[in-house]
């Protein structure tokens, strides 16, 4: 995104715009600007993030939440991959599948989640199903334009040799179709953590939405902003951490990233 | 997305190719309509698609539709066309001018994936819960999609064509209004058509968390009073709204990007 810049800097050339407005945040709240009731100075929310921390209090939070969006985008990923190149490769499963997809396509996802409330009640369950549906679109297009566009000689060469469908499957297909996977799901956890977010505010007694919103609710906006920047900052690692492995085990595979 | 160039055999007729397209959606409602007929299914749970229906009909017939269809529709385009004002200016800034860019670019790519409905309860808090904390959140929501996307596109102008526009005399706003903005304005539409998108989702996710009408309010209390025909028809509702707005701004951008290369 930024022009490389190549002097020792560079980094520091690129966190300054962002320091000098934690800065002026700073000191507009200690010059009394900025109204404690409008906005906590950063130096209370880096207090409450401590306390949050120091305390062990944000962790069974954390973990919920984590839970909730781990295991629907994990369903998400399962069901997505193996739905999206069936479709690729057989016509029957194309023609079941891509009506309910088509259907789902336009809802916003969030939208889902009073409906699942009413299905599946207002526990984790409800959460899971609306944050898999809604990181499985990604990933089933990803997967199915991917598995399609699987270069044809790749195929024949391996059936050439005797290669079983199966195998082909296993070996030739899911390999050249994981650079596109990997994409829709950098994208599906994204959504995860929207749908997680959002649901959490609607429904729940733990997990980091609530904390945010209950916090709001008694007006402790130190704490509340503390656990928004520690959200942000657990959804910035998740999407690094993903780019890193990615480039750990996909090696083989020129990532323009 | 979905791809426009299927393998058409022989290029079959529009009709038919529609039929083709829209049947198989055919064939699953009425498959979901006769499994909730046959009784398979607790039909309060999930009722059939024809019950549906038939209460979109019958809500939008007798009005109590429109106010929340209204409230959102009129939050969502506020937000988006605050953010369109301000957010295009700025990228497209912020993609010619280096200290614009140096600024601003770590802030929003930092900032970018931060899910911004964390923000509701600190912009009720600010805004009140009425109609301004939810326009000012669409609105924040939007501007990321059109300031990275102008940004890009005013980036990737190639300074050839500006070089020769000013070696010919032009003054630096001409160059903005005659070459950047037009070779920028493909990519400023890709963000706009993200930014639709992201206006509609969140209205609605803004209404279900802090009331005050609109169709979000409306599927909340559908589901308070565990009425799914209404929650259904409400969803049926606010996905035809999120894809006639995606199809209108589609349809922008087809007139006025019709010279552009390699555009629909």
Same mark, same amino acid.
């Given at each position: 995104?930024?022009?490389?810049?190549?002097?020792?800097?560079?980094?520091?050339?690129?966190?300054?715009?962002?320091?000098?407005?934690?800065?002026?945040?700073?000191?507009?709240?200690?010059?009394?600007?900025?109204?404690?009731?409008?906005?906590? !100075?950063?130096?209370?929310?880096?207090?409450?993030?401590?306390?949050?921390?120091?305390?062990?209090?944000?962790?069974?939070?954390?973990?919920?939440?984590?839970?909730?969006?781990?295991?629907?985008?994990?369903?998400?990923?399962?069901?997505?991959?193996?739905?999206?190149?069936?479709?690729?490769?057989?016509?029957?499963?194309?023609?079941?599948?891509?009506?309910?997809?088509?259907?789902?396509?336009?809802?916003?996802?969030?939208?889902?989640?009073?409906?699942?409330?009413?299905?599946?009640?207002?526990?984790?369950?409800?959460? =899971?199903?609306?944050?898999?549906?809604?990181?499985?679109?990604?990933?089933?297009?990803?997967?199915?334009?991917?598995?399609?566009?699987?270069?044809?000689?790749?195929?024949?060469?391996?059936?050439?040799?005797?290669?079983?469908?199966?195998?082909?499957?296993?070996?030739?297909?899911?390999?050249?179709?994981?650079?596109?996977? !990997?994409?829709?799901?950098?994208?599906?956890?994204?959504?995860? =953590?929207?749908?997680?977010?959002?649901?959490?505010?609607?429904?729940?007694?733990?997990?980091?939405?609530?904390?945010?919103?209950?916090?709001?609710?008694?007006?402790?906006?130190?704490?509340?902003?503390?656990?928004?920047?520690?959200?942000?900052?657990?959804?910035?690692?998740?999407?690094?951490?993903?780019?890193?492995?990615?480039?750990?085990?996909?090696?083989?595979?020129?990532?323009?990233? | 997305?979905?791809?426009?160039?299927?393998?058409?055999?022989?290029?079959?007729?529009?009709?038919?190719?529609?039929?083709?397209?829209?049947?198989?959606?055919?064939?699953?409602?009425?498959?979901?309509?006769?499994?909730?007929?046959?009784?398979?299914?607790?039909?309060?749970?999930?009722?059939?698609?024809?019950?549906?229906?038939?209460?979109?009909?019958?809500?939008?017939?007798?009005?109590?539709?429109?106010?929340?269809?209204?409230?959102?529709?009129?939050?969502?385009?506020?937000?988006?066309?605050?953010?369109?004002?301000?957010?295009?200016?700025?990228?497209?800034?912020?993609?010619?001018?280096?200290?614009?860019?140096?600024?601003?670019?770590?802030?929003?790519?930092?900032?970018?994936?931060?899910?911004?409905?964390?923000?509701?309860?600190?912009?009720?808090?600010?805004?009140?819960?009425?109609?301004?904390?939810?326009?000012?959140?669409?609105?924040?929501?939007?501007?990321?999609?059109?300031?990275?996307?102008?940004?890009?596109?005013?980036?990737?102008?190639?300074?050839?064509?500006?070089?020769?526009?000013?070696?010919?005399?032009?003054?630096?706003?001409?160059?903005?209004?005659?070459?950047?903005?037009?070779?920028?304005?493909?990519?400023?539409?890709?963000?706009?058509?993200?930014?639709?998108?992201?206006?509609?989702?969140?209205?609605?996710?803004?209404?279900?968390?802090?009331?005050?009408?609109?169709?979000?309010?409306?599927?909340?209390?559908?589901?308070?009073?565990?009425?799914?025909?209404?929650?259904?028809?409400?969803?049926?509702?606010?996905?035809?709204?999120?894809?006639?707005?995606?199809?209108?701004?589609?349809?922008?951008?087809?007139?006025?990007?019709?010279?552009?290369?390699?555009?629909?």
């Amino acid at each position: 995104m930024t022009t490389p810049r190549r002097t020792w800097l560079g980094p520091l050339a690129s966190v300054a715009p962002l320091l000098i407005v934690l800065a002026a945040w700073q000191l507009a709240s200690a010059a009394g600007a900025l109204p404690k009731a409008v906005l906590p !100075a950063l130096t209370d929310v880096a207090k409450a993030l401590a306390a949050l921390i120091g305390s062990g209090e944000i962790f069974p939070h954390t973990l919920a939440s984590l839970a909730r969006a781990g295991t629907g985008l994990a369903v998400a990923v399962v069901v997505g991959i193996a739905l999206g190149i069936a479709m690729a490769r057989m016509r029957v499963v194309r023609l079941a599948f891509e009506p309910f997809l088509l259907l789902i396509y336009p809802v916003p996802k969030p939208a889902l989640i009073p409906l699942f409330m009413i299905w599946l009640g207002i526990g984790d369950f409800s959460k =899971i199903a609306v944050i898999a549906l809604g990181c499985l679109l990604p990933v089933v297009t990803a997967a199915f334009n991917g598995a399609r566009s699987v270069d044809e000689v790749l195929l024949w060469s391996a059936r050439a040799r005797g290669v079983s469908e199966r195998r082909l499957l296993w070996r030739v297909v899911l390999p050249a179709t994981l650079p596109q996977i !990997a994409t829709g799901v950098r994208t599906a956890l994204a959504i995860s =953590i929207i749908i997680l977010v959002s649901s959490e505010f609607l429904s729940s007694q733990e997990g980091l939405g609530y904390l945010i919103s209950s916090y709001g609710g008694v007006g402790a906006d130190d704490s509340m902003l503390a656990v928004v920047i520690y959200l942000a900052a657990i959804g910035y690692a998740l999407d690094r951490l993903y780019l890193a492995a990615l480039r750990r085990f996909m090696s083989w595979h020129a990532f323009a990233h | 997305m979905r791809s426009r160039t299927e393998p058409s055999q022989g290029e079959p007729s529009r009709a038919a190719g529609a039929l083709a397209r829209y049947l198989p959606i055919g064939v699953l409602l009425l498959a979901w309509e006769l499994v909730t007929r046959l009784g398979w299914v607790n039909p309060f749970v999930f009722p059939p698609v024809s019950e549906i229906l038939l209460r979109w009909i019958a809500l939008i017939g007798d009005g109590s539709m429109f106010t929340p269809l209204k409230d959102t529709l009129w939050r969502a385009l506020t937000g988006l066309a605050g953010a369109i004002a301000v957010g295009v200016p700025l990228g497209i800034l912020m993609g010619r001018q280096r200290w614009a860019e140096w600024f601003f670019e770590p802030l929003f790519s930092f900032a970018f994936p931060l899910p911004k409905i964390a923000l509701i309860p600190l912009f009720v808090q600010w805004f009140g819960l009425f109609d301004l904390s939810k326009v000012m959140l669409i609105f924040t929501d939007c501007l990321f999609p059109l300031v990275v996307f102008s940004y890009h596109g005013a980036k990737g102008v190639s300074p050839i064509y500006v070089w020769s526009a000013q070696a010919r005399g032009a003054s630096p706003w001409r160059v903005l209004r005659r070459v950047v903005l037009p070779m920028a304005l493909a990519s400023v539409y890709d963000g706009v058509l993200v930014a639709v998108v992201v206006a509609l989702l969140v209205a609605v996710v803004t209404e279900m968390v802090s009331g005050g009408s609109g169709l979000g309010q409306t599927m909340i209390r559908a589901y308070r009073y565990g009425d799914v025909r209404t929650a259904f028809a409400t969803l049926l509702t606010i996905s035809l709204i999120g894809a006639a707005l995606y199809r209108v701004a589609q349809a922008l951008r087809g007139r006025f990007l019709s010279w552009h290369v390699g555009e629909a």
